[in-house]
Every structure is written in structure tokens, then in C-alpha cells.
């Protein structure tokens, strides 16, 4: 029957959207609070697979690695922030800023795919575990459960980061960061503190992500690729620099993505993405949740 | 506590303060008034940070300010209330406040503090939850303020707190001003359009006239010249 | 002038030495390096119209290059039309395109024009896909191959390539020392102020838009039948074109003719080499090369190699004339001194303007009359800044009406109300940093005039009038307060007004040059120019003003002479506060 074919293919589209949120989340996050499109966030998310992967060589459950690419990704983005982005200021221009710094992580992105080409070789890999090719079963609706698994530990992470955004300090330091860095520093926020910070975070979710992809999507170096329009297209959609929206956003294009699958081939599954895009900038730029609220 | 001598400041390319030179005495509460245009919030801008001082000197609790910076010059207790506000509009009333107290100095005595500052504008306890971009001007300046208290300042720098609010907001304000420094031994610095409030509620005042300081006095002698009325009309 | 002529002897000489090259040049491969060489620089310096002169940073130029690409090809599959013709029609197409996509995307602003354009090629990419044109490969023609561009012969693409880059050459260099080259490069230094001094933003946006499809879509013509033979999405419309695209023009300096040169004359021969050296063993090493050649710049010479060696050779050069330099009186006094007349030249009708939780303006109707000079006074937050956005066509009324010169002018933009006789200056000066003093403002005078010549002409008259003339040459960068704003009031008035709206035009200046900026308003307006001025140094506007339009919290107050208004009660208390009026016994003069 025809609706149990929409359902099952809105629930496959949800699972994947959950990934999609995670990573998107982290993009958010980079633009909030430092005004920064960072172009190599599928790069980092594309070592971050290749992490869980040699973790689970190891042993190691990618469940788990995924959860383990966190640290070291944390400081690889404190890193990166010190010692790239934080140098290129645009001459105090915000629009030359955020052309450069996006001309910055063009230039990153090339430098981190086309070595991960040379030194881990184009051969996709996979990691094997037993649930990926398991499926649950509601009703006539099948849930893979690698994709499951990935969902809950996406949404389980996802918590853990409005948790932080919302609990901690440090959480409300960095928001306050990103909607008045100037009066954030009156309140004696540091704030390049605070954008080494979310780089970091950023930088760390999607690695994240990019573990539990690779529970059941094969690993290679031209991945991040693949995915950085769709991080992109979720965030916009969601509002520039809305966390919340970025989670939804990545949920939508999850289920555009599956929806696509309906009516056209796999090689076109993200027309309806490009689509999806191009209506959100013209009709609606600020997109769903759409940023500041004003101040009288 | 605060001692500036022949502040210069040249901000986006014009000469915005020249040869400033300004005292507050610890406890003290002075007032800066002067017409738009004079350089006042770029005075306290030039305190807090924000703004880089081109010649002279600021000297806080016996410290050149030249060095630090502005996250470190709010670590060390100075508040600054911004003009315009400039509360978080994201983030809740209480996130708000309880930013306010970031520095680690606050950051122990929090929850009191929280409860002084809700005790002292009773409306932003009914707001408590609700997101600062919501409010009106006038809760906005009073979460404003109420975030300066929340750092335990030893210096509070308040720009303009009247701005774009309706008379009696303002009167509110100027109250509630002049009851946090009856009730805590605060030092404050207020920059104000409105002459006669805030030359009414300080010790001393300065008048500053397109960038230059133009009179200096105590509070009865400046409310008593009628050179107060040329700085701002001429004539 | 000199450095006219000096820049066609140089693209001259460029292409005499392209030449050269190409005929030394013996191995195969080098043929093919010089080929790419001149194919990317090519690439860079159409690239360079729209984001290097117009500022507009584009992520997607390899469109045009792919629509070049397989327009030909397919031309050549599908009707045997020779590829010298089909590159005529994927011009064309190229233009159609660089129009459909123009028009939508320059509406939008900053962040969301670049990811726009990062778009267009992945959607391209997907309609070859889907059209089934995964693959299209140029069929050999072995009867009369040079009539398809299938030359044996090496050299012939060399020759081939250096036209390409000769014609862009010519076409950049025609558009540097036109008046579009001017105004675009005012649009991407500020484009307020551009749309202030009467230049249409979004029309010289589309102007050079198209200028850079088309020579673009030439490169991937060329470059199909020269380099590659075999069209696929991936290779035309994919990621390392524009990567490419960027690299050359980055690396060499953007905005400039010799930034793509320098750049493609480095960076081709450097990854060639590396490829053909390295590049079995490390496939991808272009992409590295490239990627650390982007940050590099972008760390190191934001603005490319060129422009910072030329900032080098600036300051080990004479320094620029001390700013202690006396301002010289101006020559040109004007014949007959104009004295305000009754006449209504600008009648604002119940305007209303509000913002989110704020009524910036309710119910302001005031008349400005010919030749006076009119001050808007008010406390902070009054809305005086608001009312010169509506003037000046930044924002438009919720309510009300604004007529100049008796026609209705509400709601017009900024460059249509320049042209037709509204001039501006700004709170903060703004400038055109990297264009000079006269350059400045010519890009006003352009509003009459139509060539460069003549605009300079205009310009030079202008700064004669300031007293500016020995600063035409110097970057605003080393001029005092006074000197900028009387730049920008030479700019303004080159822009022949009959209104000037003066935002703050004393703002910052020392006593001594607030007495020479009443001078030179008042010369302005004795030379037949309404003022308008919103001043706080009272002193001074009291001396210069004929009129005063006192607003408080968005309300007209008073209108009327100086000395009625600042003894007003009324006035006083929106200053000072009912309290003080209260307080003083009597109002003092």
C-alpha cells in the first residue's frame, strides 16, 4: 500500500535526519557565535569517520568511537581556531571577514580532503557490525538499526549540547557571545576564548556525526563532499546561527532527501535539497527560525 | 578609585575626546552630562575597553588600564551598563542575570545577589523565564542594571540609562538609582542627557562639550549655571 | 594621461611576450602548460569583473565555464555547427544564464550571496546528470580540423588561448578606465555611499555580472577542445575549477589586471609540475598545492601578491604630504550669491516611520525653502537620522508624503534621488578608501557626465571649490577630519544638487576647522545649493543656520529662527528636562 510505503520512507528519512542534525549543529554553532562558514566542517567529519573506524580496528564499538572522537577533536578545533582563523581578520571589515574566512576553510577543506586521498587512498572502507544489517520491526515499517542506533545516540548528543548551552556558564557565555560580543565583554567574557571554544565544540559534534555515519555509510575521503551542501542547506533553512533551527533544518532535509527517492533516481536524491535551498534564500532567508530578537 | 588624565580619543576617524581629565573618589557618585555628540558613552567605552585611548591615561585602583583588557577590566570590577541596553535577547531574564555575575569575584555569592537584584525590580521576577528580547525598553534597562549589580562592582559605569524611555520609566530608574547607592557603598559613574536628574542624584558632575570637559563642579554650583543651558542650546 | 597609455602598452607587451613564448617553446608539455596558463589567468581575470571590481565574491563562476564547455561540444555532436560559432552562441547562453541568475541573487545580502552561488553549479551538475549528458565526448574530425578547433599542432592552442586572454585583457582594462569600472569599484568600497552619489548598486552589480560570464564561458570552450576533449559535469562545473578560478586570482591580487597574470604565470606551472612529478604516487596533490596556496594567502597577503608588494614599494616611497599642510582659500568664489527665496523646494508631509518597538517618527511635516540654510536640531534619539534616510531615499515612509521640486519623490532609492538633484554626507565619513581624493569624487560628477575625461574635469572643479586641489592624488587614508569632510562634500556637490543634506557635518573637527567648514558651507549655498544640516555643536549651527526644525522623540517641535527656537520652553525642556526650566528663573540668552 502506497501509505505504508510514504510512512517508511518518512521514517528512513528521520532516522537520517537525526545524523544530519548533529552535524549541522555544529555548523550553527561556528556561525552563531564567530560569523564563520566554515567550508571544511565535512572535512572534519570526514576524518572523524575515519577515527571511529581505526578505533574500530581496535576493537572498539563505532557507537563508542564515535563518542571517543570528541576529545581529540575538541582540541584539533581549539587548534585550527588559534592558529588559522583567529589570524585572519578581513582588516575589521565583517563582510571582507567572512569572505576570507570562508576563502580560509575553502583553501582548508582542498588541503584536508586531497591529503586524506594521498595518504589514506580513495578505496572506500566500511566498518562491519552486526546491527547493520539488522532491521527492527514496527509493523510493516523496517528501521535499520544501525540508523536507529545512530538516531538515538544523534538526539542523545544533541541533548547533551543544549544541556550545555543552557545549564552551564560557560553554555550561556558562549549564546551571550553570539548575540552581543560587545556586551558579552563587558560581562569579562573573553571572547576569542569563547570562539576557540565553538570551534572546538563544532568541530567535535561533527566528528561525532561522522562516527555514527559510519556505522552504515561507507568511508572515503570524497564523503565530505557529499555532505557539506546538506549541513548547509539544513542551517540556512533553519536560520543562520539558530541552533534549535539547525536541528530541525537537518531533520527536513533528511526527510526531503527521502522523499526525493520517490520520485527520482539516487543519483538526484538531493535535487529536492538544491531545491529546498534555493526556495529558503528567496522566499525566506532568515529561514525558520530566523536569529535575533530585538532589543528596544 | 578612578583617576583619568588627558584622555585622548580618536574614534572611527574623528576626534572624539580631547584632553580629558576626570576623578571619582572611591564612593563617590559623579555624573557626566553634556548635548549628543559630546563624547560621553565614548568616554566610558574608552573605561570599560572598548574603545582605545590614542594619548593620556586611565588609572583604576591605582592600575594603568592601558594593559588589560576589556574582558580582564570587567574581571577586575568595573560594570559597565551599556547604552542602550544590550541585554542578550536570546537568552532568558535569568540567564541574563545570572551572566551578569560571570566573573569569578560574583560568580560565589550568585544566588544572593540574584535574589537582591529580583527583590529590587520586582517585575523581572514576573519575567524570570521569559527571553530579554521580549521586554519593553523599560524592563530592559532594569534587567540591564540589574546585570551590572549582579558583577559585586567596585566601579558601576552607567551610559544613558534614560534612553529612548518614556518619562515615567525614567523616573523609575532614577529612583531605583538613586536606592542602590543609598544601599550599597557603590562607586558610580553616570552619563546622562538628562541634566537635572542626574545632576540631582550625584556628588559632583562634569560637563563635556564636543570632546572637551567644559565645567566642572559639585552638584548645587551646576544646577545653579546657566552655562549647563548654553553647553547644550548655545547662545 | 601617462599611466593610461602606460597600462595598453603593458597588456601590449604581455601579449607580445605570450607570443614570444609560444614560439620558443618547444616540447609538447611545455605547450601545454603555457595553454593552461593563459587559459586560467584568463579564467581569474573574468572572475576578477565580478568579484574583484564589483567586490561581489562568487563561488559558482565555473556556470559560465561549464555552459561554454558543453554548449560547444554538444553543438559539434548534435548539429556539426563548427565550435568558432558555437562559442558566439554559448556567449549568449552564458549571458542568459549570468542574467537569470543575477537578478534573484544580488537581492541578496552578504553571507547569503556567496552560499547562493555555491548553488547554481551543483544544480547544473544535477540537469547534465539528469539530461543524460554524463559523458560527451568531441567527436575526431579528420576533414578540415582546424574549422573545429582540432589543431595537430601545439602552437595553435597557445595562440588560441593567448587571444582568449588578450581579448579579456582588453575587456578588463576598457572597463578599468570606463565610468563602469568607477562605480563598481565605489559599490565594493561602500556601497551606501555609492547609492548615495546616484550610482544604481544593483544595475552595475548585473552590468559586470554579465561582462564575466561571457569570457568565462569562452575559457571553457577553449579549454574543452584544447585540454580536456571529453565534457563531465564533475570536470567543468565541479569544485576544482572555482578552486582553481580562486587560486590564481588570490594568489596574484584581486581587483587588479595583473593579479590573475601573476597568479596563473605562478600557480599552473608549480601544480603542472608537481602533478606530472609527484602525481601518480600522491594523486590529489593539485588540491593540496592549492588549498595551502588559499590559506596561505589569506594569512599572509589577504589582498594577493600584487597588492602587497605594492604596499612595500608605497611606503619605502615618498611619503604623502604632511596633513600639516595649510588649506589654500579656494579660488573660485561664486558669481551670484544666492539669498533664500521664498520657494518651497522640499515639502515633507506627515511622515511616519516606525521600527520594532519603536515609533521613530510620527506626523513631521516641515517645508525646506530655496537657498537656505536649514538646521534639524534635536535631543539624542530624536529622530533626525531617520529622517535623512527618508530623504535620502534609505527608507521609506509607513505613512506620509515627500515631495522635491513638486514631484513625489517617496520611496525612490538613493542613486534616483542623487540623479535627480538630492546630495548627502555622512555622520562618518564614508570614503572609498582604496580610490583617491579625485577619484572619490568622480564617482559623484559621474552622475552628469558620462566620460572620464569629462568627469574629472568636473571632479577637479569641485575640489578647486573645497580648497582640495593639492590632495587629489593622496588616499583618503592620510587626510585629516577636515580634509575628509570636505572631500565628501566635494563629492557630494560634484553630484551638481540642489539639495544637500549635511549629516553632521562638524562632527570632530577642531575650532579652527569648524570655522572653515561654516565658510564652505555657506559658499556652497551661496553658489546656489539648498543645505540641510543635522548638527549637536549648537555654537556653530547657531551661526550658520538660517532656520531651525527642532524634533524631539520623532515630533516636530518648532520651527522657526535660531534664537526663537533655542529660547522656546518647549525646546528647552526637550533638552534639559522640564525640571531645569523649572528651576531657572528666567531663560538667559
Known amino acids: 500500500m502506497v501509505v505504508a510505503e510514504l510512512i517508511q520512507y518518512v521514517a528512513t528519512g528521520l532516522l537520517v535526519g537525526g545524523v544530519y542534525a548533529l552535524m549541522s549543529i555544529g555548523l550553527a554553532l561556528i556561525f552563531g557565535v564567530m560569523r564563520v562558514v566554515n567550508f571544511a566542517q565535512g572535512d572534519f567529519m570526514m576524518l572523524g569517520m575515519y577515527l571511529t573506524f581505526f578505533y574500530a580496528m581496535a576493537g572498539v564499538d563505532p557507537l563508542l568511537g564515535a563518542l571517543l572522537t570528541i576529545p581529540p577533536f575538541f582540541a584539533l578545533g581549539w587548534v585550527v581556531h588559534r592558529g588559522l582563523l583567529a589570524r585572519v581578520t578581513g582588516g575589521g571589515d565583517p563582510q571582507r571577514q567572512m569572505d576570507a574566512q570562508l576563502i580560509l576553510t575553502l583553501g582548508l577543506s582542498l588541503v584536508i580532503t586531497n591529503a586524506a586521498t594521498m595518504i589514506l587512498t580513495p578505496t572506500p572502507r566500511g566498518i562491519r557490525t552486526a546491527y547493520a544489517t539488522q532491521a527492527f520491526a514496527l509493523g510493516p515499517i523496517l528501521l535499520n538499526q544501525a540508523r536507529s542506533y545512530a538516531f538515538a545516540m544523534a538526539l542523545v548528543l544533541a541533548a547533551g549540547v543544549y544541556v550545555f548551552l543552557t545549564r552551564t556558564d560557560v553554555g550561556r557565555a558562549l549564546r551571550a557571545s553570539a548575540d552581543d560580543p560587545e556586551a558579552a565583554s563587558y560581562q569579562g567574557i573573553d571572547v576569542r576564548a569563547m570562539h576557540g571554544l565553538a570551534f572546538g565544540v563544532g568541530i567535535a559534534l561533527v566528528a561525532a556525526a561522522g562516527g555514527l555515519l559510519a556505522t552504515y555509510y561507507p568511508i572515503e575521503p570524497s564523503v565530505a563532499g557529499n555532505f557539506i551542501v546538506l549541513m548547509f542547506v539544513a542551517v540556512v533553512l533553519g536560520g543562520l546561527g539558530s541552533i534549535p533551527g539547525a536541528f530541525v533544518g537537518g531533520l527536513v532535509i533528511g526527510l526531503v532527501q527521502s522523499l526525493t527517492l520517490l520520485v527520482l533516481p539516487f543519483q538526484l536524491q538531493n535535487t529536492g535539497v538544491f531545491i529546498v535551498f534555493l526556495l529558503v534564500l528567496y522566499l525566506r532567508p532568515q529561514g525558520l527560525f530566523g536569529r535575533r530578537a530585538r532589543t528596544v | 578609585m578612578l583617576t583619568i588624565s588627558g584622555l585622548g580619543v580618536t574614534y572611527e576617524g574623528l576626534h572624539a575626546l580631547s584632553d580629558v581629565s576626570l576623578e571619582v573618589a572611591e564612593g563617590e557618585f559623579v555624573t557626566l552630562v553634556g548635548p549628543n555628540g559630546a563624547g560621553k558613552t565614548t568616554l566610558l567605552k574608552a573605561i570599560s575597553g572598548t574603545v582605545p585611548a590614542a594619548e593620556g591615561r586611565i588609572d583604576y585602583q591605582g592600575r594603568d588600564l592601558g594593559r588589560l583588557r576589556p574582558s580582564e577590566r570587567a574581571a577586575a570590577g568595573i560594570a559597565h551598563v551599556p547604552e542602550g541596553r544590550r541585554v542578550f535577547p536570546t537568552l532568558s531574564v535569568r540567564e541574563n542575570l545570572e551572566l551578569g555575575s560571570y566573573r569569578r569575584a560574583a560568580r560565589a555569592r550568585r544566588s544572593e545577589a540574584l535574589e537582591v537584584v529580583l527583590q529590587l525590580f520586582p517585575i523581572l521576577r514576573q519575567r524570570e523565564r521569559q527571553l530579554a528580547g521580549s521586554l519593553s525598553g523599560g524592563e530592559q534597562q532594569m534587567l540591564a542594571l540589574g546585570r551590572g549589580l549582579m558583577a559585586?562592582?567596585?566601579?558601576?559605569?552607567?551610559?544613558?540609562?534614560?534612553?529612548?524611555?518614556?518619562?515615567?520609566?525614567?523616573?523609575?530608574?532614577?529612583?531605583?538609582?538613586?536606592?542602590?547607592?543609598?544601599?550599597?557603598?557603590?562607586?558610580?559613574?553616570?552619563?546622562?542627557?538628562?541634566?537635572?536628574?542626574?545632576?540631582?542624584?550625584?556628588?559632583?558632575?562634569?560637563?563635556?562639550?564636543?570632546?572637551?570637559?567644559?565645567?566642572?563642579?559639585?552638584?548645587?554650583?551646576?544646577?545653579?549655571?546657566?552655562?549647563?543651558q548654553r553647553a547644550y542650546l548655545g547662545g | 594621461m601617462a599611466s593610461r597609455a602606460r597600462g595598453w602598452l603593458a597588456i601590449a607587451a604581455i601579449v607580445a611576450a605570450g607570443l614570444v613564448l609560444a614560439l620558443l617553446l618547444q616540447e609538447r608539455y611545455h605547450h601545454r602548460v603555457l595553454t593552461l596558463v593563459f587559459l586560467w589567468a584568463a579564467m581569474g581575470l573574468a572572475w576578477n569583473i565580478i568579484s574583484g571590481y564589483a567586490g561581489q565574491i562568487s563561488f559558482g563562476h565555473q556556470v559560465f565555464?561549464?555552459?561554454?564547455?558543453?554548449?560547444?561540444?554538444?553543438?559539434?555532436?548534435?548539429?556539426?555547427?563548427?565550435?568558432?560559432?558555437?562559442?558566439?552562441?554559448?556567449?549568449?547562453?552564458?549571458?542568459?544564464a549570468a542574467i537569470l541568475i543575477g537578478v534573484p541573487t544580488f537581492r541578496l545580502a552578504g553571507i547569503y550571496f556567496g552560499l547562493a552561488t555555491l548553488a547554481y553549479p551543483l544544480i547544473f551538475r544535477i540537469v547534465m546528470d539528469w539530461l543524460g549528458y554524463q559523458e560527451v565526448a568531441i567527436p575526431m574530425i579528420r576533414d578540415r580540423p582546424g574549422w573545429f578547433m582540432q589543431f595537430s599542432e601545439p602552437r595553435a592552442f597557445d595562440l588560441l588561448a593567448l587571444g582568449v586572454l588578450a581579448a579579456t585583457l582588453v575587456l578588463s582594462r576598457a572597463i578599468e578606465t570606463s565610468r563602469l569600472g568607477y562605480r563598481l569599484r565605489a559599490v565594493k568600497e561602500n556601497e551606501q555611499a555609492a547609492e548615495a552619489m546616484g550610482v544604481d548598486a544593483f544595475r552595475a552589480k548585473m552590468a559586470a555580472y554579465v561582462l564575466s560570464a561571457a569570457p568565462a564561458a569562452v575559457v571553457g570552450a577553449v579549454y574543452i577542445h584544447a585540454i580536456l576533449f571529453i565534457v563531465t559535469p564533475d570536470a567543468v562545473f565541479g569544485l576544482l575549477v572555482i578552486s582553481q578560478t580562486l587560486v590564481v586570482s588570490l594568489v596574484g591580487g584581486i581587483g587588479t589586471l595583473w593579479g590573475p597574470l601573476i597568479g596563473a604565470a605562478v600557480m599552473v606551472p608549480v601544480s603542472e609540475v608537481l602533478d606530472s612529478t609527484l602525481g601518480d604516487r600522491l594523486p590529489g596533490i593539485q588540491g593540496v598545492v592549492y588549498g595551502?596556496?588559499?590559506?596561505?594567502?589569506?594569512?599572509?597577503?589577504?589582498?594577493?601578491?600584487?597588492?602587497?608588494?605594492?604596499?612595500?614599494?608605497?611606503?619605502?616611497?615618498?611619503?604623502?604630504?604632511?596633513?600639516?599642510?595649510?588649506?589654500?582659500?579656494?579660488?573660485?568664489?561664486?558669481?551670484?550669491?544666492?539669498?533664500?527665496?521664498?520657494?518651497?523646494?522640499?515639502?515633507?508631509?506627515?511622515?511616519?516611520?516606525?521600527?520594532?518597538?519603536?515609533?521613530?517618527?510620527?506626523?513631521?511635516?516641515?517645508?525646506?525653502?530655496?537657498?537656505?540654510?536649514?538646521?534639524?536640531?534635536?535631543?539624542?534619539?530624536?529622530?533626525?537620522?531617520?529622517?535623512?534616510?527618508?530623504?535620502?531615499?534609505?527608507?521609506?515612509?509607513?505613512?506620509?508624503?515627500?515631495?522635491?521640486?513638486?514631484?513625489?519623490?517617496?520611496?525612490?532609492?538613493?542613486?534616483?534621488?542623487?540623479?535627480?538633484?538630492?546630495?548627502?554626507?555622512?555622520?562618518?565619513?564614508?570614503?572609498?578608501?582604496?580610490?583617491?581624493?579625485?577619484?572619490?569624487?568622480?564617482?559623484?560628477?559621474?552622475?552628469?557626465?558620462?566620460?572620464?575625461?569629462?568627469?574629472?574635469?568636473?571632479?577637479?572643479?569641485?575640489?578647486?571649490?573645497?580648497?582640495?586641489?593639492?590632495?587629489?592624488?593622496?588616499?583618503?587614508?592620510?587626510?585629516?577630519?577636515?580634509?575628509?569632510?570636505?572631500?565628501?562634500?566635494?563629492?557630494?556637490?560634484?553630484?551638481?544638487?540642489?539639495?544637500?543634506?549635511?549629516?553632521?557635518?562638524?562632527?570632530?573637527?577642531?575650532?579652527?576647522?569648524?570655522?572653515?567648514?561654516?565658510?564652505?558651507?555657506?559658499?556652497?549655498?551661496?553658489?546656489?545649493?539648498?543645505?540641510?544640516?543635522?548638527?549637536?555643536?549648537?555654537?556653530?549651527?547657531?551661526?550658520?543656520?538660517?532656520?531651525?526644525?527642532?524634533?524631539?522623540?520623532?515630533?516636530?517641535?518648532?520651527?522657526?529662527?535660531?534664537?526663537?527656537?533655542?529660547?522656546?520652553?518647549?525646546?528647552?525642556?526637550?533638552?534639559?528636562?522640564?525640571?531645569?526650566?523649572?528651576?531657572?528663573?528666567?531663560?538667559?540668552?
Not at chain 2, 188 to 208: K, M, N, P, S, T
Not at chain 3, 293 to 306: D, F, K, N, R
Open chain 3, 292 to 589: 595551502a596556496a588559499l590559506m596561505l594567502i589569506m594569512l599572509y597577503a589577504p589582498e594577493g601578491l600584487y597588492w602587497r608588494v605594492h604596499e612595500v614599494l608605497r611606503a619605502r616611497g615618498a611619503r604623502g604630504a604632511g596633513a600639516t599642510e595649510p588649506i589654500v582659500a579656494p579660488a573660485t568664489a561664486p558669481a551670484v550669491v544666492s539669498t533664500p527665496s521664498g520657494t518651497v523646494l522640499l515639502e515633507v508631509r506627515d511622515v511616519w516611520k516606525a521600527f520594532i518597538g519603536l515609533q521613530a517618527l510620527s506626523e513631521v511635516s516641515f517645508d525646506v525653502r530655496e537657498h537656505e540654510i536649514l538646521g534639524v536640531i534635536g535631543p539624542n534619539g530624536a529622530g533626525k537620522t531617520t529622517l535623512f534616510n527618508i530623504l535620502n531615499g534609505f527608507l521609506i515612509p509607513d505613512r506620509g508624503s515627500v515631495r522635491f521640486r513638486g514631484a513625489e519623490v517617496t520611496g525612490l532609492r538613493p542613486s534616483a534621488l542623487c540623479r535627480r538633484g538630492v546630495g548627502r554626507t555622512f555622520q562618518v565619513v564614508r570614503t572609498f578608501p582604496r580610490l583617491s581624493v579625485l577619484e572619490n569624487v568622480m564617482v559623484g560628477a559621474f552622475v552628469g557626465e558620462r566620460t572620464v575625461s569629462r568627469a574629472r574635469t568636473v571632479a577637479l572643479g569641485a575640489l578647486a571649490q573645497v580648497g582640495l586641489t593639492q590632495r587629489a592624488d593622496a588616499l583618503p587614508g592620510g587626510l585629516t577630519t577636515l580634509e575628509l569632510r570636505l572631500m565628501e562634500l566635494a563629492r557630494c556637490l560634484a553630484t551638481a544638487p540642489q539639495l544637500a543634506l549635511l549629516d553632521e557635518p562638524l562632527a570632530g573637527l577642531s575650532t579652527d576647522g569648524v570655522d572653515v567648514m561654516i565658510g564652505m558651507i555657506r559658499r556652497v549655498r551661496d553658489g546656489g545649493v539648498t543645505v540641510v544640516i543635522i548638527e549637536h555643536t549648537m555654537q556653530a549651527l547657531l551661526r550658520l543656520a538660517d532656520r531651525l526644525v527642532v524634533l524631539d522623540q520623532g515630533r516636530r517641535l518648532a520651527e522657526g529662527a535660531p534664537g526663537d527656537v533655542t529660547r522656546n520652553p518647549a525646546v528647552i525642556e526637550a533638552y534639559l528636562g522640564k525640571r531645569w526650566l523649572a528651576r531657572m528663573a528666567a531663560p538667559t540668552c
Open chain 3, 65 to 96: 565555464f561549464g555552459i561554454g564547455a558543453y554548449v560547444t561540444v554538444l553543438l559539434v555532436v548534435k548539429t556539426g555547427l563548427t565550435p568558432w560559432l558555437g562559442m558566439l552562441v554559448a556567449i549568449a547562453v552564458a549571458v542568459l
Open chain 2, 152 to 228: 559585586q562592582p567596585a566601579l558601576l559605569l552607567l551610559d544613558e540609562p534614560s534612553q529612548g524611555l518614556g518619562p515615567r520609566i525614567v523616573e523609575q530608574i532614577f529612583e531605583t538609582i538613586d536606592r542602590i547607592r543609598r544601599e550599597r557603598r557603590l562607586t558610580i559613574l553616570l552619563v546622562e542627557q538628562r541634566v537635572v536628574e542626574a545632576l540631582e542624584l550625584c556628588d559632583r558632575g562634569y560637563v563635556l562639550e564636543t570632546g572637551r570637559v567644559v565645567l566642572v563642579g559639585g552638584r548645587e554650583a551646576l544646577l545653579a549655571d546657566a552655562r549647563v
